[in-house]
């Protein structure tokens, strides 16, 4: 436990229980990550935000772990704050509360997450100490943050206003003002997720460079070896979940963006394995007819963690389809950490990990999937030593352990730039703890 522990304020539009991807849960992670070091952690999220996206009831949210506060943002007036922040590009209703929490908060590290609809650019002037902004998104430089265009294809070239249009949402028109770039200059570093989102965010004008600092994921469970037994003619046989039959994994919101379309058509003609799905979202619908009488899909729902790490451990391979450009592929470490291997689409970050690892397959298209697909069935060898270099890759690359020190790090370069040797003092500490 550090005596004198480095104090973050964490300001964001969703925190778990109040989000929908990846990344609240990848904030939640770092959260508690620095917390567990002895650091204090501050997380400022927009409840109206989520219930201005969100269908059903509001979750209640749990207790946080020792060293981590949470605090969330409700107005008065519903979901009228967030879409005036998404219109002006400033935290219209809650800059006075966010400046007095940073005020008070005597906070050493302003951290800028997902600041689309807590604050907008505007939100970027608010903060205190070494100021991060870490881009989950391509929001910094897309309207619709995904950079998929006219909600049909990946992004080439900007044609931002009829793509804002066709995807429904309405026109920032703070965007074609010069703001976002005059507010860029009160942060001090811009972290990225992978090499790739950062060369997509360089592509698209983004003035600034970029910092690449993956995700991680902390300490779980895993098998000592793989030990599960082979089926007939030396496959691959999982020997507990989907009755003993081999099973492809997906996992993730089923939106269009993430590339089932072509992904399920495929069993169809493929009956020595079934695909099972893990997770809903809007597109949930369609899927569902698409699969209709492919008897080896199954759609499972939403998956707790723990039985999500199961459903890894025991699937032949992880099949991640998406067909939009990502920062980067949270699913393929989770895969690797349990030593299951990957079989990507080659597109975006995906080859970028996958590669870096040797723990996984890319394809371009079904074809050449399914061809994958029987290989990792038929060839056991082949499969172990996909999913040994997956674990060992994790282990090296993107695990607690090897990443929440290059966030230190890149902090103690910031403050020693900015005279903050105060700062560079807590890091020094934090390091020899």
């Not at 010069?178 to 965010?201: P, Q, T, Y």
């Not at 619908?285 to 698409?290: C, G, I, M, S």
């Not at 990990?353 to 990792?376: K, Q, Y």
Request: net charge positive; glycine share 10%.
């Amino acid at each position: 436990m550090n005596d004198t522990p480095l104090r973050f304020c964490f300001l964001t539009t969703f925190y778990p229980p109040h989000n929908f991807g990846g990344d609240g849960i990848a904030i939640q992670r770092l959260s508690r990550a620095l917390a567990r070091r002895g650091h204090e952690v501050t997380v400022v999220h927009d409840v109206d935000a989520y219930n201005l996206l969100h269908r059903g009831r509001e979750p209640v949210g749990g207790a946080e772990e020792p060293g981590v506060t949470v605090v969330r943002l409700r107005s008065g007036i519903g979901p009228l704050s967030p879409l005036l922040t998404q219109q002006t590009g400033h935290p219209v209703v809650h800059r006075g509360r966010i400046r007095r929490l940073l005020h008070d908060g005597k906070f050493d590290v302003t951290m800028f997450h997902n600041a689309s609809l807590v604050g907008g650019p505007g939100l970027l002037r608010e903060g205190v100490g070494v100021r991060l902004f870490e881009a989950h998104e391509h929001w910094l430089v897309c309207p619709t943050h995904v950079l998929w265009r006219h909600n049909r294809e990946v992004c080439t070239g900007r044609q931002c206003v009829r793509c804002v249009v066709r995807n429904r949402r309405p026109p920032q028109l703070w965007r074609y003002t010069g703001m976002l770039e005059r507010e860029l200059r009160h942060v001090d570093a811009f972290i990225a997720k992978s090499e790739f989102s950062r060369d997509k965010h360089r592509e698209f004008g983004f003035p600034r460079d970029m910092e690449v600092i993956p995700y991680f994921l902390p300490e779980a469970p895993v098998p000592d070896g793989d030990d599960r037994p082979a089926a007939d003619g030396g496959g691959w046989r999982a020997p507990t979940a989907n009755q003993g039959r081999p099973y492809f994994l997906f996992v993730g919101r089923l939106e269009r963006i993430k590339g089932l379309d072509d992904v399920i058509p495929a069993f169809r003609d493929f009956p020595e394995a079934d695909l099972l799905i893990a997770g809903d979202g809007e597109y949930t619908d369609t899927l569902r007819a698409r699969a209709e009488g492919i008897t080896n899909v199954r759609f499972l729902g939403r998956v707790a963690m723990e039985s999500l790490r199961a459903l890894y451990r025991d699937a032949v391979a992880l099949i991640v389809p998406s067909v939009c450009f990502e920062t980067f592929g949270i699913i393929i470490i989770e895969a690797f950490q349990q030593g299951t291997p990957v079989l990507a689409r080659r597109i975006g970050p995906f080859p970028e990990i996958v590669e870096a690892a040797g723990g996984g397959m890319l394809f371009d298209g079904p074809a050449d999937m399914v061809e994958a697909m029987r290989r990792l069935l038929a060839e056991a060898p082949l499969r172990a030593q996909l999913a040994k270099n997956g674990r060992t890759g994790f282990q090296e690359r993107w695990s607690e352990q090897a990443v929440v020190p290059r966030y230190l790090e890149l902090i103690r370069q910031v403050a020693r730039r900015g005279g903050r040797q105060d700062i560079v003092e807590k890091t020094r500490m934090e390091t020899a703890a």
